[in-house]
């Protein structure tokens, strides 16, 4: 298994699923396609905490496809162990390949093709406009990448 995977959450927005640490973190995106809180770095929900909520959810009789939480799916199939999947009485589909972006277990590559994607998917100017500006509304991410690189080597050299 893989430690990132990166979905297509809701409009575009996409959400990035650490397996290891078991956080979900969850971007927004604006109108050129930007995910303008990836410094920031979005909402970071913890998976343990949503872990036994949902089981606690699928013991219910009243679970069902009309009244789960739309983050039940990626809970399920990435985060839970399969001693916590045996527990649930029910299961989540699983998540759509339709909105799956990519998983792998190198970060940077991981921020970079989410931003690519986004960026495809979100620029809401046209086509032409899109093709001229991209250098331009996609060297934040890359920008990023290059301080998140030195921060970490930072952190290793003490």
Same mark, same amino acid.
């Given at each position: 298994?893989?430690?990132?995977? @990166? %979905? &297509?959450?809701?409009? *575009? ?5 650490? =397996? ?8 927004? !995106?604006?109108?050129?396609?930007? @995910? %303008? &809180?990836?410094?920031? *770095? ?5 998976? =343990? ?8 959810? !699928? ?100």
């Amino acid at each position: 298994m893989n430690r990132y995977y @990166v %979905y &297509d959450f809701v409009c *575009g927005n996409p959400i990035l699923i650490d =397996t290891v640490k078991k956080e979900i973190t969850f971007y927004h !995106t604006n109108v050129y396609g930007q @995910v %303008y &809180d990836l410094k920031s *770095g979005g909402k970071v929900v913890k998976g =343990t905490a949503r872990i036994n909520g949902l089981i606690k959810r !699928t013991n219910n009789s009243n679970y069902s496809f009309s009244n789960k939480y739309v983050i039940d799916q990626y809970i399920y199939h990435l985060l839970m162990s399969d001693e916590q999947k045996a527990k649930c009485r029910s299961i989540p589909q699983k998540p759509s390949e339709a909105r799956f972006y990519i998983s792998g277990d190198n970060y940077n590559e991981i921020i970079s093709i989410m931003c690519e994607q986004t960026y495809e998917q979100g620029y809401a100017w046209g086509k032409e406009k899109k093709t001229k500006e991209k250098p331009e509304l996609t060297a934040y991410y890359k920008e990023f990448l290059s301080e998140f690189e030195s921060d970490s080597r930072d952190l290793f050299s003490i």
